[in-house]
């Protein structure tokens, strides 16, 4: 489909109520405070004034929505991203390939890993797997640089124990040190003076000396033990 008039109209959902045309595009179709619908909490004193709301969760959003879906007469297209897709996108999904086709616009290689768990540090973004699932980004990079690693040995969840990240699952129950300055995962590596324990970020100088955990059998060695094997 091309755009070859010149005279195409941009109309806000509600004002485009009994109006037609060939094609629709639905822009910004994001969650978030400022996303469709809006997650902004209101001030008790304004929901005060404010009619009694409807025990259908975005009711009002839901009727404008409907409205602007329904202005096309051979197809809608909704401009969205992945990792932060609005709620009634995918509502939509769930009608099938019957009515929804995602074919047309290649998904981007983050979209792919784009999780349903919202990012606990800005409360907008969703979290997105890297490509060796061994951590999840918030979508919201830059804005937001909280990740989110899991298990080196088995890939499962983790929590915070002490100095550690410790793996939920009972048989695993490998233990990761973490970063004194950071709160990061530090890693076994080999420096001038021998093995330590280095901080994974990039921009961090965080390290502990290697003999520190080096008797402790659940703390997980495996990244050292295969990079001398493969003699990195």
Same mark, same amino acid.
């Given at each position: 489909?091309?755009?070859?008039?010149?005279?195409?109209?941009?109309?806000?959902?509600?004002?485009?109520?009994?109006?037609?045309?060939?094609?629709?595009?639905?822009?910004?179709?994001? +969650?978030? =405070?400022?996303?469709?619908?809006?997650?902004?909490?209101?001030? @008790? !004193?304004?929901?005060?004034? $404010?009619?009694?709301?409807?025990?259908?969760?975005?009711?009002?959003?839901?009727?404008?929505?409907?409205?602007?879906?329904?202005?096309?007469?051979?197809?809608?297209?909704?401009?969205?991203?992945?990792?932060?897709?609005?709620?009634?996108?995918?509502?939509?999904?769930?009608?099938?390939?019957?009515?929804?086709?995602?074919?047309?616009?290649?998904?981007?290689?983050?979209?792919?890993?784009?999780?349903?768990?919202?990012?606990?540090?800005?409360?907008?973004?969703?979290?997105? +797997?890297? =490509?060796?699932?061994?951590?999840?980004?918030?979508?919201?990079? @830059? !804005?937001?640089?909280?990740? $989110?690693?899991?298990?080196?040995?088995?890939?499962?969840?983790?929590?915070?124990?002490?100095?550690?990240?410790?793996?939920?699952?009972?048989?695993?129950?490998?233990?990761?040190?973490?970063?004194?300055?950071?709160?990061?995962?530090?890693?076994?590596?080999?420096?001038?003076?021998?093995?330590?324990?280095?901080?994974?970020?990039?921009?961090?100088?965080?390290?502990?000396?290697?003999?520190?955990?080096?008797?402790?059998?659940?703390?997980?060695?495996?990244?050292?033990?295969?990079?001398?094997?493969?003699?990195?």
């Amino acid at each position: 489909m091309k755009l070859i008039r010149k005279n195409n109209r941009l109309l806000m959902h509600l004002t485009s109520k009994g109006k037609e045309a060939g094609y629709v595009i639905i822009m910004d179709m994001m +969650k978030g =405070k400022n996303g469709f619908p809006a997650e902004k909490i209101e001030h @008790p !004193l304004i929901e005060l004034l $404010l009619p009694k709301l409807e025990s259908y969760e975005h009711a009002e959003e839901r009727r404008i929505f409907y409205v602007a879906l329904t202005r096309a007469k051979q197809r809608v297209f909704i401009l969205s991203i992945e990792e932060n897709c609005s709620e009634f996108v995918n509502k939509l999904r769930g009608y099938g390939k019957k009515l929804i086709d995602e074919t047309s616009i290649k998904a981007s290689p983050d979209s792919l890993n784009v999780t349903d768990l919202s990012c606990p540090e800005c409360k907008t973004g969703r979290l997105v +797997k890297n =490509k060796e699932n061994t951590y999840s980004f918030c979508a919201n990079i @830059p !804005l937001c640089d909280y990740r $989110l690693y899991y298990c080196k040995k088995c890939g499962g969840s983790r929590k915070r124990v002490g100095e550690f990240q410790v793996c939920k699952d009972n048989q695993c129950n490998a233990k990761t040190p973490t970063c004194p300055k950071c709160s990061g995962d530090l890693k076994p590596t080999t420096g001038k003076y021998g093995k330590f324990w280095a901080c994974y970020s990039w921009d961090c100088n965080g390290s502990k000396d290697w003999r520190i955990y080096e008797k402790d059998a659940d703390v997980y060695k495996m990244e050292y033990e295969d990079s001398v094997l493969s003699g990195k």
